[in-house]
């Protein structure tokens, strides 16, 4: 596996553990919290997509 390769796994992974977070904090009637995993999630998610 190359680098670029590693970096979208990785940023996947961690791109919807972080949108899993923000579900879970939503359930917990953390909204604030939940704002702000959501946000970082889809920028990481977008950012492993951008890697070549």
Do not use: N, P, S, Y
């Not at 977070?21 to 970082?40: C, K, M, P, S, T």
């Amino acid at each position: 596996m190359d680098r670029g390769t590693l970096l979208r796994i990785g940023g996947l992974v961690v791109g919807f553990f972080l949108l899993g977070q923000a579900a879970r904090a939503v359930a917990d009637g953390e909204l604030v919290l939940a704002a702000l995993g959501a946000v970082i999630g889809i920028a990481v998610l977008l950012t492993a997509f951008q890697f070549d």
